[in-house]
């Protein structure tokens, strides 16, 4: 049997799966990764500042209105598109083999490819709320406002749901998601790895039989999973959901 059809058979025979989805299956969805060289760059020179300085809780607080040219213009203009990836994790998902989703994408890209089960560690774009009076606010209302989003009750920022550098992930969203490793007999990586801060934090608590990884980009900490496929996530998962081809 080749690999493929191991993992099928093996997510098929579980009990409860979870998969962990990392930077590079948003990657393979279009975005551009803030630590890039290049698009650190181009920041620099538009803004003045890098994309880390930013996208940080204490740029938001002292310069605001950069913040949302940056925010606006880089993070909510771009459209990206779940990838061939999602997809086939939604497909898992309606097929029972798939019990949740835990990722740090900001996009809602599981969601919008059919996930319902998803826990996004960072928060999302679509999720803005006031600070004072709590109201909500649509991506959109934040994308097309002139400078600052505003309140229309209180007249302050309104502040986009998404963790920022220096910020740390919500309690209750870490515990949910220590929870549900804690009871996966599988434990899906897609597009990531050992060493990064989505796993890093999290795989120690999982105790279940088969720890699979699925990535293109190798790292020396993989040798932790059970099986290893290098590839993309993107191509990888619909041939083990769909079990249309085979290995070469
Ligand atoms: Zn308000």
Redesign the pocket.
């Known amino acids: 049997m080749d690999k493929y059809g191991m993992i099928r058979e093996i997510l098929k025979k579980s009990t409860y799966t979870v998969a962990m989805c990392g930077t590079d299956m948003m990657k393979e969805s279009g975005m551009q990764s803030m630590r890039a060289p290049e698009i650190s760059y181009k920041v620099e020179r538009e803004y003045g500042y890098s994309p880390e300085e930013i996208f940080s809780s204490v740029f938001y607080t002292n310069r605001t209105e950069t913040f949302f040219k940056y925010y606006k213009r880089e993070m909510l203009e771009p459209t990206l598109e779940p990838s061939e990836g999602f997809a086939a994790l939604a497909e898992l998902e309606r097929k029972g083999q798939l019990q949740y989703s835990i990722t740090n994408n900001v996009y809602d890209l599981p969601e919008r490819a059919g996930c319902k089960k998803v826990l996004n560690l960072h928060g999302t774009i679509f999720d803005n709320e006031?600070p004072?009076?709590g109201?909500k606010y649509p991506m959109e209302y934040i994308r097309d406002s002139k400078k600052i989003p505003l309140?229309e009750?209180?007249q302050?920022p309104v502040r986009p749901k998404v963790m920022l550098f220096g910020e740390q992930v919500d309690n209750q969203l870490m515990t949910r998601a220590v929870n549900e490793i804690s009871k996966a007999d599988v434990l899906l990586l897609l597009g990531t790895n050992f060493n990064s801060g989505l796993c890093d934090r999290y795989v120690q608590y999982f105790e279940g039989s088969n720890l699979i990884l699925i990535n293109s980009q190798e790292h020396f900490r993989d040798e932790n999973a059970n099986i290893i496929l290098r590839e993309e996530v993107k191509t990888a998962l619909p041939k083990i959901v769909r079990g249309e081809e085979k290995e070469v």
């Open positions: 006031c004072r009076c109201k309140c009750k209180c302050i």
